[in-house]
């Protein structure tokens, strides 16, 4: 039987990279989708509020693990084949979208009505009205919650272990398997998180403290 050693623990730690690329893919596709999504929700359109409230609703309302076994096994039986890789990223890309969209719409209905009343007086059309008025400043208000929802998206990549993505909670379980030490195995696992999630929990919470300041101004 194997020890829980140095080469176990840069096992490990390489692992974090995986996390990290997925984590990336997760945030891009998720945030160009939940813009999408966060306008759908807040446009003129009746039918786009419709379709965006449900997809909050059906990816919010349901667990992200049953997402990705969803996609994982059931791709293939419509005749798709997808990989651990393209599963877990079009999952979380998915959920994610779910969950950016939401708050990035309630950022954008934060800004004040006058705001918009005022862009149409200047007779913006909504186009303009979002792109030069509303979307700037309502950006600055979801700086904070959006590098806070980052958090929760890293800590979500370690689900795509489940359809053997090797992440860093994958990675764990390997190792774990051929030493039984799992204290320091997933002790390691979890310190490794930590460490990647501790820094973006400190810059949001100072961006939220900063925000506070300035509103009370």
């Not at 050693?5 to 840069?10: D, H």
Request: hydrophobic share 55%; charged share 10%; net charge positive.
């Amino acid at each position: 039987m194997r020890t829980f050693g140095y080469p176990e623990l840069l096992f490990i730690i390489e692992a974090a990279k995986w996390t990290l690329a997925l984590s990336l893919i997760a945030f891009i596709g998720g945030a160009i989708l939940g813009l999408v999504i966060a306008l759908a929700r807040t446009s003129e359109s009746r039918t786009a509020q419709v379709l965006s409230t449900g997809f909050i609703q059906i990816f919010q309302g349901t667990p992200l693990l049953l997402q990705l076994f969803l996609i994982f096994f059931g791709a293939p039986v419509i005749g798709i084949e997808v990989n651990p890789w393209v599963a877990a990223g079009v999952a979380l890309i998915l959920n994610s979208a779910a969950f950016l969209g939401e708050i990035w719409r309630g950022c954008i209905q934060s800004i004040p009505r006058g705001q918009t009343e005022a862009a149409q007086a200047l007779n913006l059309d909504y186009t303009a009205r979002m792109r030069d008025v509303v979307l700037p400043q309502a950006f600055k208000i979801a700086l904070a919650p959006t590098v806070g929802y980052v958090v929760q998206i890293i800590k979500g990549t370690s689900l795509a272990a489940i359809i053997g993505f090797t992440e860093i909670t994958r990675a764990g379980q390997i190792i774990n398997n051929a030493t039984f030490q799992p204290v320091e195995v997933f002790g390691t696992v979890a310190a490794l998180y930590f460490l990647i999630c501790w820094p973006l929990s400190l810059l949001a919470a100072h961006m939220e403290r900063r925000r506070a300041v300035a509103l009370a101004r």
